[in-house]
Nanobody, 124 residues
Framework: QVQLVESGGGSVQAGGSLRLSCGYT?????MGWFRQAPGKEREGVAT????????YYADSVRGRFAISRDNAKNMLYLQMNSLEPEDTAIYYC????????????????????WGQGTQVTVSS
């Protein structure tokens, strides 16, 4: 069983930045960040192969967000810059035991473990 705990959410004005952190008890093949806005389906934001470091991004965040991990500290991060009101959502850290072509970016059901989520609110 892998436990995930997110932190770092909050409220920010458009154009601002936030950094999300996720502490985990043990690593898996893939880890990533997903989000869910009110009335919308959960979607992948960014994922990473924890050993090789390959990263994948949703088109809507590419160039603005950056995912990274520190395997020594069992930490996963999401640096979010140039935030837009459309980024408002609950952000979840997730981990997948098995291999997925884009590390489960486009199929969140491939994840086996989820954090409790952290709210990000971007005002215009």
């Amino acid at each position: 069983q892998v436990q995930l705990v997110e932190s770092g959410g909050g409220s920010v004005q458009a154009g601002g930045s936030l950094r999300l952190s996720c502490g985990y008890t043990s690593s898996t093949v893939c880890m990533g960040w997903f989000r869910q806005a009110p009335g919308k389906e959960r979607e992948g934001v960014a994922t990473i192969f924890t050993l090789a470091g390959n990263t994948y991004y949703a088109d809507s965040v590419r160039g603005r967000f950056a995912i990274s991990r520190d395997n020594a500290k069992n930490m996963l991060y999401l640096q979010m810059n140039s935030l837009e009101p459309e980024d408002t959502a609950i952000y979840y850290c997730a981990a997948a035991r098995g291999f997925a072509s884009d590390c489960a970016l486009t199929d969140h059901t491939r994840n086996n473990y989820w954090g409790q989520g952290t709210q990000v609110t971007v005002s215009s």
